[in-house]
């Protein structure tokens, strides 16, 4: 009313209130409702107590009246053209720069439209024209005059409409609906937490990617992907009525009260909200460590600018500090992780680790951090101080990777706008400098965690340590008469000796803890021992007096030493090693026979090494079986041949996969201890098939089904045909009973009475039932067998003997010796068959293809005197030319490679 207007600035770090005089220009006497801008024309849309005037908006002189009397609202659409409700009617008129009027765009009933209630407000979406009546809400295309209902009005108190992008949002009571520019339901609906009857929701507004609603006291900014509040300003001078966006700023009408005097003034006022910069905004939620909505906000604003990448390196180093001040470690892990950033700032956390020229007391620690805040403080420094550890190892590992040790190269981090402690920032070092720095810093972070593990890995990890070993080891002598008996200092001298290559004072530390009660330190102990040992120490005798202490507690390790290095030879040769592991003791021979593995599976390893482990196995078999054994009689069971499982099929293994071990010994041995199975194993190598055969079929421990069986099995396996030889050792067996038989019933028959023979009738009749097997065998044999690639028919015919029947004809079931010829003469005439099938389809192709060469042949040409040849196009000679198949013809000279010409 006086032409004083209040403008607010809010901005994140502080509030302002400035108070600036403006010109006052007089447009009516009338109460002005509402103004509003034609973007693209020189006019203003002002509604006064239901007359809408358009003013000039240069000299503020009235040009045009839309509506004299009644207009409850109106809407302009960002090509100019004005809507205008007049209770229930609606009309939308466009600027015509030719006549140089307001002319109407709806067509019929006189350029007006009829709704069933009358309008409350109005809203453009484009061509869409949103309409909020009494009852409903509903859109219009102004071109088409077409109308569409979105959803019922349901006595909402403040009804709003507004355009995100191409969607409408509907207001309705406490909730916001989306429907598509044409009308079609998302179906999509926010609740808002605030309820309508206590302080409802008086309009809202599309800025950016915010929405804003507006109540009478506050402002709630939404993020309108998720409707998710943001945060609420709360109007503290009065009361809101209306809002507009003007660029980023958004203009307020306020209803505000003043007192003058005994009375209270009631006027009205205008505020400015000023939208906060996007980076504003980002650093105010990492600031405040709202991660979260600062990646939505970084996300929204800048993925699809060029540089995003850069800004992202420079986001996520920020969003790292950040979760580090909320102490969530896991989450600053992920954020860091990949990132450029200079490890050394994380380490001025635990500024204790730094040398005396690094610490400064203004640093933020991670102390401090853990103090102020109400949680389990030792857990917390222990978990910050592993997540340090992380972060600084893996930004180690790369910066090692990617310069290749190249200590003088000159090192640049990315640097964030926040960083925690910046001592480090903006010096540019070598790369010595930086590792220095952090190597000193992760061996003190490795000492205050007492991590073992972690010192060896970092003292592996490069080829020469970046660090003032002297300054270290007065550190670590200061704190061991601090703390006497403390392990993790002892194991810190241990590895900075071997770095410094005295490897006989790091090797008497590392076996004091190799019977240590930390089962870490005790592994690592030993690890460490072996590797010095096996890599770097060249004395025999330092490496004889060490390793028997290694062997005695550790001997599958103990092996590393002697093994997998080609250099160790030069100290100790394999004649040497294995003298020096020929002792008898449990875990001396266990050394001796991974050594021995090792040696057999190199390419240059002598014979004798391969039976010397083959000998090993066999001892160990022996000791197993006389332990067996041994516990038989204590336990007074029957004695077994169960022997060790686990050698008898390490030493089978071994025979089959090696050829180079001396058979004769192994042999010897195997037959004393008799190992049937692995003496088969030997000569089946050998090709010795039929001595394998004569083992089975002899062997008198075995039921002759059995032991037949086995020898059938082996015949099978191996590549050649020995189905015939087992056959004709068996027709020798039978032989052999059925001469003893005979001579047997002889003697029984020719000698009665005083003195007869010894030989009895049951003997006889026992040999005349194993030769009866045997025949039973050899016919089932026959048969089995008869169509087996393996077995010769014709030789094995040639064996049957004679006594033995073909057809029986008191017993129809033993008639197989029949069967077993007609199987075989069936499968030869088959075989016959197939060949002679065979050559026929031969004969048949044959005389195919000496067809299609006659056909090939019987295209022909005339010559006449002005034939010409295809190629040079000369004139053809009768003497000598070429007609290809496809009736082509060329000199004989002319070559057919030169010709293209159709099949």
Known sequence: ??????????????????????????????????????????????????????????????????????????????????????????????????????????????????????????????????????????????????????????????????????????????????????????????????????????????????????????????NISNLKKIHEIGFERGTYRDAAVAGDDIILVMDVKSKKGNSIVKSSAL????????????????????????????VQNYSKLSDYSVRRELFEIDAGWAFIVKLEFEEALVCFSGRNFDPRDLLTLVPEVLDSEYRQERYITLQMLVASKDVEESKKMEEGIDMIIKLVSKQHKNLIESHNERLNDKITFVWPSLPMNDFFKGKENTLREILFVIETGLIRLYLIKGDACGLRELADSVNELCIDYKELEIDLERQARAEPGKDILQVCQAILHEKQGNYEQALAIWKQYIISVNKTILDLA???????????????KVIQDYARRIIVLNPDEAVHIFANNPNFSQIMTEDEVYHYLSKKEEHVQRVKEKYLEYLVNRPDTE????????????????????????????????????????????????????????????????????????????????????????????????????????????????????????????????TSKRISYLIKEKELTSHKGPGAPPTTETEVNSIKECMTRYESYCKKFLTRYASNEKMDAVKAIQLIP??????????????????????????????????????????????????????????????????????????????????????????????????????
């Open 271 to 298: 505020s400015y909200m000023r939208k906060v910069p996007v980076e504003d905004q980002i650093e105010y939620f990492l600031a405040t460590s709202q991660v979260p909505q600062a990646r939505e906000l970084f």
């Open 1 to 222: 009313n006086s032409g004083t207007v209040y403008a607010c600035e809010f901005v994140i770090k502080r509030r302002e209130v400035v108070t600036e005089k403006i010109a006052k220009a007089r447009i009516s006497k009338a109460k002005i409702d509402c103004v509003k801008v034609f973007k693209h024309l020189n006019f203003l849309a002002v509604l006064l107590e239901g007359r809408l005037d358009i003013v000039d908006r240069t000299s503020l002189e009235t040009e045009y009246n839309l509506g004299k009397d009644g207009v409850s609202c109106f809407a302009i659409s960002e090509n100019s053209e004005i809507a205008i409700a007049v209770g229930k009617k609606l009309m939308v008129k466009f600027y015509d720069s030719h006549t140089k009027k307001f002319l109407n765009k709806i067509r019929r009933d006189g350029g007006k439209l009829l709704f069933p209630e009358n309008i409350l407000k109005l809203t453009w979406n484009g061509e869409y024209l949103g309409v909020i009546h009494k009852k409903a809400y509903s859109i219009l295309n102004p071109s088409d005059e077409e109308e569409k209902e979105l959803c019922n009005l349901n006595s909402t108190l403040y009804p709003g409409m507004a355009v995100y992008e191409d969607l409408w949002l509907v207001l309705d009571d406490d909730s916001v609906s989306l429907y598509t520019r044409v009308g079609k339901s998302m179906n999509w609906r926010a609740e808002m937490a605030e309820s309508s009857k206590v302080d409802p929701i008086v309009s809202m507004l599309v800025m950016d990617n915010y929405l804003l609603l507006f109540r009478e006291s506050k402002v709630g900014v939404y």
């Open 526 to 540: 030993r690890k460490s021992m072996v590797d010095l040992l096996r890599n770097k120490v060249q004395e025999k």
């Open 802 to 903: 004679p006594e033995w029947n073909v057809i029986n004809t008191k017993d129809k079931k033993d008639d197989l010796l029949f069967s077993y010829l007609v199987l075989a003469l069936n499968d030869r005439i088959s075989k016959c068959a197939n060949i002679d099938i065979a050559r026929r389809i031969s004969e048949a192709e044959k005389l195919e293809l000496e067809e299609k060469h006659a056909k090939l042949k019987k295209p022909y040409v005339m010559l006449t005197g002005n034939n010409r040849c295809r190629v040079c196009n000369g004139l053809l000679s009768v003497k000598a030319f070429c007609v290809y198949p496809n009736g082509e013809v060329t000199h004989m000279t002319v070559s057919y490679t030169h010709l293209t010409l159709p099949t």
């Open 607 to 734: 014979e004798r090494f391969f039976t010397f482990l083959g000998m090993h196995y066999l001892d160990k078999v022996e000791e197993a079986k006389k332990m067996e054994e041994d516990k038989a009689k204590e336990d007074a069971k029957e004695n077994s041949e169960f022997l060790s499982r686990k050698y008898r099929e390490v030493l089978r293994t071994f025979l089959k996969n090696y050829d180079m071990y001396s058979a004769q010994t192994l042999l010897e041995r195997i037959k004393k201890l008799d190992l049937f199975e692995e003496e088969n194993l030997i000569h089946s190598k050998a090709k010795n098939h039929s001595m394998v055969l004569n083992n089975y079929i002899n062997r008198e421990k075995d039921e002759l089904e059995v032991k037949f069986t086995m020898a059938e099995n082996y015949c099978l396996e191996q590549s050649e045909p020995l189905l015939d030889i087992l056959f004709e050792k068996v027709l020798e067996l039978y």
